[in-house]
């Protein structure tokens, strides 16, 4: 009576895609779904040489391999649009949050007779700031001491 042998080999791929697609963060509680593709690529092999070879080639391959390519695309244009918009809205707020603070602390420094030296690599972060008094003292020069000979001829000329 011959025994009866035989291997089972159960192999199996599974894809954990559940339709969620990619999400951006734009800030705290702003994300927004886009569109994605996917491409998962496998490989699933076996090769077997059994212990007690009944011919010279009863060496056992087993290959599968494939890929899965996947799209998903929002179906809700609106939706997505709004959430971009707010996304924009916060990073104007951080724009603007940034050069607030910006301000700050180089009219700190100025109040304090400090300046970031001139040509060195963060010198243009306070280059603009001015006091009032200084923009207005550059806006409107003072006139000269010396009249000019015009306005010592005829007082009432204000050129």
Request: hydrophobic share 30%; net charge positive; aromatic share 8%.
């Amino acid at each position: 009576m011959a025994a009866a042998t035989g291997n089972v080999t159960n192999q199996a791929v599974q894809f954990q895609n559940n339709g969620a697609p990619s999400r951006q963060h734009l800030g705290p509680s702003i994300s927004c779904n886009g569109a994605t593709m996917t491409f998962s690529p496998f490989y699933m092999g076996n090769h077997v040489q059994p212990e007690i070879p009944v011919n010279y080639d009863s060496y056992v391959k087993n290959e599968n391999w494939g890929f899965q390519v996947n799209f998903m695309v929002p179906l809700d244009n609106e939706i997505q649009n709004r959430c971009k918009s707010i996304g924009k809205r916060q990073e104007e707020k951080m724009q603007l949050n940034y050069e607030l603070v910006r301000i700050d602390n180089c009219s700190k420094l100025l109040q304090k007779g400090l300046m970031i030296k001139p040509g060195t690599r963060v010198s243009h972060i306070c280059s603009d700031i001015v006091s009032i008094k200084e923009y207005l003292k550059q806006q409107n020069p003072p006139e000269p001491k010396e009249k000019s000979l015009l306005q010592k001829i005829n007082p009432f000329n204000k050129k």
